[in-house]
């Protein structure tokens, strides 16, 4: 019971959250600026104040504090993520884009078990510990991402999704990343690169099917994600080798 309350402390107090938030290094905190800076940007140039385009918002600026985190192994990042992945769920859902859908649900879910396992592979600095992911089960990672992508796939046609074959992407990729991730394998950021690169080109093409500038957001969330995710690769394989 005391490694739980202590797992929930590290996440949820306030005073742990501004601990990781200040202890991240110059360069991630730049990145985070950025990344701040373009979803505000985006956010005050358009015309649209409806209560999905402040969703919208609100998700692009928890999203890129939870990666700034991530970044680093911080045990805080949970919090971001679970106000995230909750926000976009609903964004997806109105955008029709079930493997989003599907895709936020799940990861909604694993922010609890990340919870638990980051607390317990800690090191010294306060960051998670990195992996490396072995042959044999990146082979089945692979078999289970094609598997997963061939289920969603159907699922999506069945529902009359939108773009459903790079749609149906997302979910098996967010899985495959998300899963990684609370393991601490370093190779979630081949995952989360790949869903970037997909979801850069889902929501250009949504902008021409979509009515309301939260498109337009969301595509540019997308891309700060897609940089922050290669920032993210080269900052855990660069500690690894340390």
């Not at 501004?18 to 950025?34: E, H, I, P, Y």
């Not at 317990?120 to 289970?144: C, N, W, Y």
């Not at 991730?181 to 080109?201: E, F, K, N």
Request: charged share 10%.
């Amino acid at each position: 019971m005391n490694q739980i309350n202590e797992s929930l402390r590290l996440t949820f107090s306030p005073k742990a959250i501004w601990r990781d938030m200040v202890s991240l290094k110059q360069a991630t905190k730049g990145l985070l600026a950025l990344m701040i800076g373009a979803q505000v940007l985006t956010f005050s140039l358009s015309a649209d104040r409806s209560g999905l385009a402040w969703l919208t918002l609100w998700t692009g600026l928890a999203a890129v504090i939870n990666l700034a985190l991530v970044d680093q192994g911080k045990q805080s990042n949970f919090f971001w993520g679970l106000l995230c992945t909750a926000a976009w769920l609903i964004v997806a859902f109105h955008s029709r884009t079930f493997g989003d859908v599907f895709a936020q649900g799940f990861a909604f879910v694993m922010q609890f078990f990340g919870i638990r396992l980051w607390a317990r592979a800690r090191d010294g600095q306060g960051e998670l510990k990195a992996k490396a992911l072995s042959k044999p089960l990146a082979l089945t990672v692979f078999i289970l991402t094609i598997a997963t992508y061939l289920v969603v796939l159907s699922i999506s046609k069945h529902l009359h999704g939108l773009q459903i074959y790079l749609d149906s992407a997302v979910l098996p990729l967010n899985i495959v990343g998300q899963v990684l991730m609370t393991y601490g394998y370093r190779s979630q950021w081949l995952a989360w690169i790949l869903v970037d690169v997909v979801q850069v080109t889902v929501w250009a093409r949504n902008i021409s099917v979509l009515d309301g500038s939260y498109a337009v957001s969301m595509l540019v969330l997308q891309i700060v994600m897609l940089v922050n995710a290669l920032y993210g690769a080269w900052y855990w394989y660069q500690k690894s080798k340390n």
